[in-house]
Nanobody
Framework: QVTLVESGGGLVQSGGSLRLSCAASGRTASSYAMGWFRQAPGEEREFVASLSWSGGGGTYYADSVKGRFTISGDNAKNTVYLQMLSLKPEDTAVYYC?????????????????????WGQGTQVTVSS
């Protein structure tokens, strides 16, 4: 069992940056594959990025954020981060952190919400134009 708590959201102007944090408690975050998803009003939840701690820490990104967002983890702090640069109004959404017990599945299907077993409560990111 793991509890995830996101923080770092807020209001930022277009072109700005934010860093989201996801603090894991209960078990070490490195026991899981970690992912970030987001959901805009009226839209379905979509995959943003994922991190596999094993095998060198493979990362995966949605095409819409590739080159602008970076997912990383600090094992000592049991925290996963999402650094977001060059933010656009279309990045506005509630961002959720998620953890997957099955790290093999997380490598093969990192973008599927069903891959993940635990979810945080979300943090709001609003990008103004």
């Amino acid at each position: 069992q793991v509890t995830l708590v996101e923080s770092g959201g807020g209001l930022v102007q277009s072109g700005g940056s934010l860093r989201l944090s996801c603090a894991a408690s209960g078990r070490t975050a490195s026991s899981y594959a970690m992912g970030w998803f987001r959901q805009a009003p009226g839209e379905e939840r979509e995959f943003v990025a994922s991190l596999s701690w094993s095998g060198g820490g493979g990362t995966y990104y949605a095409d819409s954020v590739k080159g602008r967002f970076t997912i990383s983890g600090d094992n000592a702090k049991n925290t996963v981060y999402l650094q977001m640069l060059s933010l656009k109004p279309e990045d506005t959404a509630v961002y959720y952190c998620a953890a997957a017990r099955n790290r093999v599945l997380a490598v093969s299907r990192p973008a599927a919400g069903t891959t993940y077993d635990y979810w945080g409560q979300g943090t709001q990111v609003t990008v103004s134009s």
